[in-house]
């Protein structure tokens, strides 16, 4: 994942396409961070893993700032991460759709038995486990919680 980022963002300088080069090296500072954090944990480096965490954060992140934007009224800024968000997903596994969302966790609740809402997070962990990256989490705590008799 991190020879693929380090690779666009080679052929983004080529082009000269700005917004990419930019978006491309928050990522690889981003990385570059962690990176430090893990060495005083006796860890060399990021892996795959955990660069998909930071690409989630990122992107969460923009989606937190593109909604400001937007209610304040500065749409070439929200236009700005939106565009980001699309240059970060290219790094991140494809997302599920709704419809296999709702299967994939009718599945975990029905392998982990769970009954209340006591057992989510045998649920999340099962989920979390199987499909990091692939679905919004607090979007899937909703679902779990209202079928397992919580409110959604």
Do not use: C, W
């Not at 955990?50 to 937007?70: F, N």
């Not at 596994?93 to 009954?115: F, H, N, R």
Request: hydrophobic share 40%; charged share 35%.
């Amino acid at each position: 994942m991190r020879d693929a980022i380090a690779g666009a963002l080679k052929a983004a300088q080529k082009e000269q396409n700005k917004r990419r080069v930019s978006t491309l090296r928050l990522i690889m500072a981003a990385i570059g961070d962690r990176d430090i954090a893990l060495r005083g944990k006796g860890k060399d480096k990021a892996d795959d893993e955990e660069i998909l965490d930071i690409l989630t954060k990122m992107v969460k992140q923009r989606k937190e700032s593109s909604k400001m934007y937007r209610e304040g009224g500065r749409p070439e800024l929200e236009t700005q991460e939106l565009e980001e968000i699309e240059i970060i997903r290219e790094f991140m596994p494809k997302q599920m759709a709704e419809a296999e969302v709702g299967l994939a966790i009718a599945a975990a609740i029905e392998e982990t038995g769970a009954e209340s809402l006591r057992d989510m997070g045998k649920v999340m962990g099962v989920l979390k486990g199987k499909y990091h990256g692939q679905m919004d989490m607090g979007k899937a705590s909703g679902v779990i919680k209202a079928a397992l008799g919580g409110e959604g």
